[in-house]
């Protein structure tokens, strides 16, 4: 949906105590180290969604797609760099996920 970061990262905050970070220094460092991270949030223009560990395993879960795709970990950061690449807006979501 058409939805701004600043309501996403409130909603994360409050409901889940989740932050989101786009600081070019942490984004770059993630990408060349992405499984360091838990999950991250992508948008471009209207669209969003998320790329995510869980149980061990990375999912991108983008509505576009039929159903979730399992992401390897040698080929996430490939992945992240293509999207960057592509003009996606990379957030970092740190804070306790479920699993």
């Known amino acids: 949906g058409n939805f701004s970061v ?3 990262s409130e909603a994360l905050a409050r409901a889940h105590g989740l932050e989101l970070h786009m600081e070019k220094d942490q984004v770059d460092a993630a990408v060349k180290n992405p499984t360091a991270e838990q999950a991250y ?3 471009l223009e ?3 969604f998320v ?3 869980v149980h061990g395993l990375w999912w ?3 509505s576009l797609q039929d159903e979730p795709l399992k992401v390897g970990e040698l080929y996430l950061g490939a992945m992240l760099a ?3 690449q592509d003009g996606y ?3 970092l979501v740190r ?3 479920p699993p």
């Open 6 to 8: 600043s309501v996403l």
């Open 41 to 43: 949030l992508l948008n």
């Open 46 to 48: 209207e669209h969003w």
């Open 51 to 53: 790329i995510r560990k």
């Open 60 to 62: 991108n879960l983008n």
């Open 82 to 84: 293509q999207l960057r």
């Open 89 to 91: 807006i990379i957030f």
């Open 95 to 97: 804070g306790a996920l």
